[in-house]
């Protein structure tokens, strides 16, 4: 382990874009913090503070996921914490960020995985490989826009700039000298790692007259398939091999929104990089010339976004479980809390003088504040959370249209769902529209799942179930649920701990769009989480708690 005073801190640090400095969190004053590169089968020892893994496993390592108050306790100003885990099974991009209120907004990077040493990847070798991360920028703290939304009850101001890189690129005032440079080898075949890392926003992204080969998604390969158009939700990363077969010159790499939510406020603006082909080795010298514009889609174009989502598929032979355990029904939505009549106007500007919520099965989720539930699990200490989050919504309804009155005002809860060790688990996630239809990203931690199936409208199990794809479904970590539609995720519960299951805009984290799947220890050390590291921050003490 290296030592604290050497280690990558999280600081505060003037960063300037679109005209204007900010000062913002920063990884050692770096914005996007440094690519970590890897091999599969490593195993790490990482000084960080507030880091999440996104993506990675942790199995029975569940102490180094990184989310406050799920995993850990917060670390303490001036502390410190030694993340401890094994990169196993997983090749392709991830990437990792703080895990707290909006910080990871510019505390993220890229952490790219490649084959276990002496392997090879499933394609041919790319000459090139780089990281293209989508990030959203605010003309003010991140941390002070999420404030002011939970002060006020409504919806946080949407961001002024996409970045690509962290740079918002040619488009933006004051940004074309610090436009992102992509470089490729003339005739060669390039491998382009794209993640989108934004805060709220899912987004599309194209490069200019080139085919995308799309061969892997969220650290899983994934049967290669072309397209012109990728769309990510946040949390999600897709890697393409692109081919530099047209003439030599400069192209827009381009990304912006994909917003479906009917009437939701978005940012419009796009996003560019330039690839750049390099021509004559020895120096390479890049080609100046007029970059050429991608085609990218409308922002509500669903049908190129439900085309490219419904493409993945899985490359051999998969481990989808056929018969299941354990199945839930899960709905996802926003929700309104009424205001008590002497609340302050200004403190409640959801629509009708409410105040913003969201929900999953009714139950909005809330942080325990002085306690991790994983050290309240293996400690065995009562109070923190209860086990009572229930495998389907207290009423069903027509989750696309008219929504029940009772499921607009959730009830608030620290609940988890508890799985046994190996269950073989079915979770169907239902979208519900309350009065507006939104996009979630839904994230699991600790695991990867298949998405055997995903719809538009209510999930219908006599005629939906048929259309289960049981042979090879794409294995992700992340799934976009569609705009008034569902998605079927299945995995295997081999994974010890308590892992939060959420929608990756992070506005919606705050509102509660969350619940913990608690899953219980098997037999044998593969199947026991490990004790907790010797510096893992404390639980608090009684004084600290009353102090707090
Ligand atoms: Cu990428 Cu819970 O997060």
């Known amino acids: 382990p290296r030592s604290p005073s050497s280690g990558p801190h999280v600081q505060e640090t003037k960063v300037t874009r679109l005209c204007k400095t900010q000062k913002v969190m920063t990884v050692n004053g770096q914005f996007p913090g440094p690519t970590l590169e890897v091999n599969n089968g490593d ?29 850990q ?99 933006y005032n004051c940004s074309t000298k610090d436009t992102v440079i992509v470089p490729v080898d003339s005739g060669e075949t390039n491998l382009i790692r794209v993640i989108n890392a934004a805060l709220n926003q ?12 799309v061969v892997g998604a969220d ?6 398939f072309t397209t012109s158009v990728l769309m990510l939700g946040p949390g999600q990363t897709t890697d393409v091999l692109i081919k530099a077969d047209q003439p030599p010159a400069r192209y827009y790499i381009a990304a912006r929104a994909y917003a479906s939510a009917q009437g939701a406020p978005f940012d419009n603006t796009t996003t560019t990089a330039i690839l750049e082909y390099k021509t004559a080795p020895c120096p390479a010298k890049g080609v100046s010339s007029k970059p050429v514009m991608p085609s990218l889609p409308a922002f509500n174009d ?31 939505g926003l929700g309104l809390n009424p205001c008590p009549p002497t609340a302050s106007a200004s403190t409640c500007q959801a629509p009708n003088r409410t105040r913003f919520t969201a929900s999953m099965n009714n139950v909005s989720f809330v942080l325990p504040s002085n306690f991790s539930l994983l050290q309240a699990h293996h400690h065995g200490v009562p109070g923190v959370f209860t086990t009572d989050f229930p495998a389907k919504p207290p009423v069903t309804f027509d989750y696309t249209g008219n929504v029940s009155r009772s499921l607009w005002t959730p009830t608030r809860g620290t609940k988890v769902y508890k799985l046994k060790y190996g269950a073989k688990v079915q979770i169907v996630i239902q979208g519900t529209s309350i009065f507006t239809a939104e996009n979630h990203p839904i994230h699991l931690h600790g695991y990867d799942f298949y ?25 992700r970590n992340t799934v976009s649920l569609p705009v008034n539609g569902w998605a079927v995720i299945r995995f295997v519960a081999d994974n010890p701990g308590t892992w939060i299951m959420h929608c990756h805009l992070d506005v919606h984290i705050g509102w509660g769009l969350a619940t913990v799947l608690l899953v219980e220890n098997g037999v044998g050390e593969l199947a026991t989480l490990q004790q907790p590291p010797a510096d893992l921050p404390a639980i608090p003490t009684q004084d600290q708690t009353k102090q707090a």
């Open 451 to 475: 998405i055997v199936a995903e719809g538009f409208g209510n999930f219908n199990p006599a005629t939906d179930t048929s259309k289960f794809n049981l042979v090879d479904p794409p294995l």
């Open 219 to 224: 650290a899983s390969y994934v049967k290669p």
């Open 302 to 332: 669903t049908n190129t976004a439900t085309a490219f989502s419904t493409s993945f598929r899985s490359p051999g032979k998969t481990l989808v479980p056929t018969k299941i355990d354990d199945s839930l029904f899960i709905t996802a």
């Open 202 to 213: 899912q987004l599309f992204f194209s490069i200019a007259n080139h085919k995308l080969t």
């Open 73 to 171: 306790c917060p670390i303490r100003p001036g502390g410190s914490y030694t993340y401890r885990f094994m990169i196993s099974g997983q090749e392709g991009t991830l990437w990792w960020h703080a895990h707290s209120s909006w910080v990871r907004a510019t505390v993220y990077g890229a952490l790219v995985i490649r084959p276990k040493v002496g392997d090879s990847y499933p394609f041919t070798k790319p000459k090139r490989d780089s990281v293209v991360v989508l990030g959203e920028w605010w003309n003010a703290n991140p941390l002070d826009v999420i404030r002011e939304a939970m002060r006020t009850g409504g919806a946080p101001n949407v961001s002024d700039a996409y970045t690509i890189n962290g740079q918002p690129g040619d488009l």
């Open 43 to 71: 195993s790490l020892v990482m000084f960080f503070v507030k880091m999440r893994m996104h993506g990675v496993r942790q199995i029975t390592t569940a102490w180094a996921d990184g989310p406050e108050f799920i995993t």
